[in-house]
């Protein structure tokens, strides 16, 4: 994930193992939804200190749940 004000890399999520379709922010920003080619969806837990950086190796503590009995691709998350 990247700053829009300069480009910087904020956090770096490790996880998915194929393609991800869509992702989705919950409405107070403070998790992204993420769906993905291999068949599942995970929930990642953003940082609240925007200058807290996230590298590939702290990413799976971020991640709080993820379905793995999915029996297709999932290819859009809409959250309500």
């Given amino acids: 994930m990247f700053s829009l004000e300069n480009g910087e890399c904020l956090f770096i999520f490790r996880g ?32 609240e200190n925007s200058n807290e950086y996230i590298d590939e190796d ?12 999915h029996p297709s691709y999932i290819y859009a998350i809409k959250i309500f």
Wanted: proline share 2%; glycine share 0%; hydrophobic share 35%.
């Fill in 16 to 47: 998915h193992r194929d393609i991800i379709h869509d992702m989705q922010f919950t409405s107070n920003d403070r998790y992204l939804y993420t769906v993905s080619a291999d068949f599942d969806m995970k929930l990642w837990s953003i940082p």
């Fill in 58 to 69: 702290d990413s799976e503590k971020m991640c709080l749940r993820m379905n793995v009995n």
